[in-house]
């Protein structure tokens, strides 16, 4: 046949097999925020009414994602800011992300680490956030809606 020697019909393929492998099906269990967050800690009535429904709204969105699965949505994304360390951003996103690159000795100033979030929304929408010394240096998504 002589489609299979058009390079432009291999590429399609690569696409699709690229766009398959990053499809996640299954729908994950998570208890809903309720069963989630059952601890006996009581909440200071001292703090403002907004600030208490900024906490429940987060612990909400921690609640709704995979623990073993992370995921970042676009409004997450804007919020993470150059500068940020590892810890601030993962606060932001509610999980660990997917180191996808490091390199140089850990300690120094120049041990970079890149990670990767996949991201709500379309096929193959992520998130990816590059680290140096524990800062964010540079940040880019793709799809995220």
């Not at 299979?4 to 019909?9: H, I, Q």
């Not at 200071?44 to 699965?69: D, G, S």
Request: proline content about 5%; overall charge negative; glycine content about 6%.
């Amino acid at each position: 046949m002589k489609i299979l020697k058009k390079w432009w019909f291999w590429l399609i393929i690569l696409v699709l097999i690229i766009g398959i492998s990053t499809c996640r099906l299954d729908t994950p269990t998570e208890p809903t925020p309720n069963q989630a967050d059952q601890s006996n800690e009581a909440t200071p009535t001292e703090a403002p009414i907004e600030e208490t429904e900024e906490k429940a709204q987060k612990e909400t969105e921690k609640a709704e994602k995979p623990a073993n699965k992370p995921t970042i949505s676009k409004e997450e994304f804007d919020k993470i800011e150059i500068g940020m360390t590892y810890e601030q951003v993962k606060e932001i996103i509610g999980s660990d992300g997917e180191v996808i690159s490091e390199s140089g000795e850990k300690g120094t100033e120049l041990h970079t680490i890149m990670y990767q979030w996949k991201g709500e929304g379309s096929l193959g929408a992520n998130a990816n956030f590059l680290f140096q010394n524990n800062q964010l240096q540079n940040k880019a998504q793709f799809g995220l809606d």
